[in-house]
């Protein structure tokens, strides 16, 4: 009787530039042919088809999971990723996590469908949400706690102690220094130096960091 078992099916969650990026970052990945394999990717633009190494196969708000399939969602505003990731949890369809290169420290704790670029480093008693993207040569520190569907740029470092919310996004090269709190929705930009704690749904810039106000 065989008994080998069978590989899961894995499916990107948008066929775009960072769809097929994440794509790549898979193709080396340990678990590559032994725990599951890319079969193609989920996305609604029907002018990407012929753009991808794999084919597009459906539609992610329509696509009705299978028991052998696990998701990635390469979509990197938390919005979205909320919105196309949905209708699969109401399924019970399981999401994957990349940690394709991450120097994870002891004690480290996540959720599911979260995805790291490769050269991101991690201090020990991170606790981290779902669906937290870290993209690559970033740096998040000890005892750190990250809020579902946030997404971190590169070369962000996020010192020891800091508490950042949920579906917060911190811009490359932004330091946010040890024991601050960024509320839930803030938007940290791009070089910007963190200090003190940010409230909920603000945009900060500058270092120091201020808030910005639109006109």
Known sequence: MDVTPCLKEALIISAGGFGRSVY???????????????????????????ATPLPVLGDPLTWQARAHEEFLCALGEPAQRRRFAAPLLAQGATF???????????????GAGCLFEPEVRMGVDTRLGDFVFVQSTSVIGYEVQIGDYTTIGSFVFVGGGARIGSDVIIHPHATILPRVTVGDGAIIGAGAVVMADVPPGVTMIGNPAKIFRFK
Do not use: C, P, Y
């Not at 193709?27 to 029907?46: P, Y």
């Open 96 to 110: 994957m996590s990349l940690r394709t290169g991450l120097h994870k420290a002891i004690g480290v704790e996540m």
């Open 24 to 50: 790549n970052i898979m193709q080396s990945d340990v678990a590559n042919g032994v725990d599951w394999k890319v079969i193609g990717f989920l996305d609604n633009r029907s002018d990407l088809a012929g």
